[in-house]
């Protein structure tokens, strides 16, 4: 990126390069963002900085206004809807258009909050043991629901086949793999858990297929749409054999 005090220097050295046409301008913001106002107050630098380029004879075809929609990942938590975005930023991009006499077109990066709440990632629990903590290990580990162990993300987890008993104990859900981190939820309140039962977690439609992988000799899980009481495979679990994909065993050691 370019620190917007540079931004309009930058451009100008822009228009006058042989080859080159500047358009517009972009900006990102951030992710998982839980407020409308720093999208407002981009918003109004960014305008601040077409209105500069306009001066100075720049066009301004498009803008984008960068910066991920937050999702609530925590039943407590609130998140913007993008009705609540737009009643943000319209008026100001509206009435700065306007008064530049521009109309750029505008883009949105809304990220994970088009996906992140279309899937919930299912888990069978193979073993309860109660230690320090109680422990729920699980047939599905970090290798595929990364986030947790990534950045310490919050995934809600739900026992799918209790979902309307109470919460009875606190229990950590781990994974199988060898590895200290792999921890999908710690310390939550959920019902009784038992050998079998499935723990959903939830959003796990951003962030969850993209990032997963086969390390420690895992492969991917299948995905499943469900419409209505309709289940359709749509992507298939992997087998062992994606392990040796796509390797090439030079002939010299086959001799
Ligand atoms: C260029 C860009 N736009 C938007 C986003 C927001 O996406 P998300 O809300 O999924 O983090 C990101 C993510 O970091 C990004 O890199």
């Known amino acids: 990126g370019i620190p917007w005090q540079e931004i309009v220097d930058v451009y100008k050295t822009a228009m006058n390069l042989d080859g080159m046409r500047p358009v517009g301008l972009h900006c990102h913001i951030g992710s998982q963002i839980l407020d409308t106002s ?12 077409a209105s500069q380029i ?30 609540d975005l737009a009643a943000g930023i319209l008026p100001v991009f509206k ?23 279309t899937t ?26 990364a986030r947790p162990m990534l950045y310490d993300a919050y995934h809600h987890a739900v026992v799918a086949n209790k979902a309307d008993r109470k ?3 606190k229990y950590t859900v781990v994974g199988p793999i ?18 079998g039962d499935i723990v959903a ?13 086969v390390y420690n000799g895992q492969p991917r899980c299948p995905e499943v ?9 749509i992507r298939q679990g992997e087998d062992r054999s994606v392990f040796l994909e796509g390797q090439i065993v030079p002939p010299r050691l086959l001799k």
């Open 38 to 49: 720093p999208f407002v107050e981009a918003m109004a630098k960014m305008m601040d900085l």
């Open 54 to 83: 306009v001066e100075i004879g720049g066009e301004i075809e498009m803008m984008d206004f960068g910066g991920g929609l937050g999702i609530a990942y925590a039943p407590e938590m609130r998140a913007p809807t993008p009705a």
């Open 95 to 117: 009435d700065r258009c306007n008064e530049l006499g521009i109309s750029p077109r505008m883009i949105l990066e809304p990220g994970r909050s088009i996906a992140a709440d």
């Open 120 to 145: 919930v990632f299912l888990t069978r629990v193979n073993v309860v043991k109660k230690a320090h903590v109680n422990f729920v290990g699980v047939d599905a580990g970090f290798n595929l629901l």
């Open 167 to 169: 919460p009875e104990e």
């Open 178 to 195: 060898c590895e200290s981190g792999d921890i999908l939820a710690r310390d939550r309140n959920l019902p009784e858990i038992e050998r």
């Open 201 to 213: 977690m939830l959003d796990a439609g951003a962030y969850g297929f993209s990032m997963a992988s």
């Open 225 to 233: 749409l469900v419409n209505g009481g309709k289940a359709e495979l």
